[in-house]
């Protein structure tokens, strides 16, 4: 059975530092997926990680997969408030079939 | 991108009673997904509903509690059956719109139970 694994879980920092969110999964799997949930909000799509070495920058957020360690991680680079949120990671291990497993979640803070 | 539906946004349900929740998607896709998202948890994945088959079910659930209906490419339902408090969740339903691309998913139902 596949497990993912976020590590923080929760994650409390100040606005302009850096910090990484890190994802672990337990089978094979070059499909690794990052979303964003605000409170009280559905899931938003924020990085799709297709293959090993693949890496994805949008604003404040990069994300980087290493198929070999079956790591993510997703960097935030000098944090500003607007990005406090949940950050999920998801794996796809059946390629194609879409049945996503999602890991805990990093409840992530941005304090001023 | 995909604009994804769902109806009702939250309800209050009495014990035992049965709901049903709609989703719907403004193009046509081939695979329409259903999760729950417990309070403060992450998301399970409850089944996959195909147009034309029978949906497949996730382990832990099953077609009684959760039967599922998928009559067109861009519709499906989700009735959640004889409903306890362990059944108050988020149900989230979610399409696929390629191979390479991510999962877009609809605003979710709030759904208590008394």
């Known amino acids: 059975e596949l497990k993912v694994e976020q590590n923080p879980l929760f994650l409390s920092m100040q606005e302009g530092k850096n910090y990484t969110i890190y994802c672990n999964y337990s089978t094979t799997s070059d499909r690794l997926y990052w979303y964003r949930q605000d409170p009280g909000k559905s899931l938003e799509s924020l990085f799709v990680l297709l293959s090993n070495g693949a890496v994805k920058q949008e604003g404040r957020l990069m994300a980087s997969l290493d198929t070999k360690a079956r790591l993510s991680t997703l960097h935030i680079t000098a944090a500003v408030h607007d990005l406090s949120a949940t950050y999920f990671c998801a794996v796809d291990p059946i390629q194609g079939a879409q049945k996503l497993v999602f890991g805990q979640g990093t409840r992530l803070t941005i304090n001023p | 991108s995909a604009v994804i539906s769902q109806k009702p946004s939250r309800d209050i349900c009495q014990r035992g009673t049965s709901l049903t929740i709609q989703c719907q998607v403004d193009?046509?896709?081939?695979?329409m997904f259903w999760y729950r998202q417990q309070p403060g948890q992450s998301l399970t994945l409850i089944a996959t509903a195909n147009q034309g088959s029978e949906a497949t079910y996730e382990s832990g659930f099953v077609i009684d509690k959760f039967p599922i209906s998928r009559p067109n490419l861009t519709f499906s339902t989700l009735t959640v059956s004889n409903m306890s408090p362990e059944d108050s969740s988020i149900y989230l339903c979610?399409?696929?719109?390629?191979?390479?691309?991510?999962?877009?998913f609809g605003d979710g139902t709030r759904l208590s139970i008394l």
């Open positions: 193009s046509q896709v081939t695979m």
């Open positions: 979610s399409v696929n719109l390629g191979v390479n691309q991510p999962q877009h």
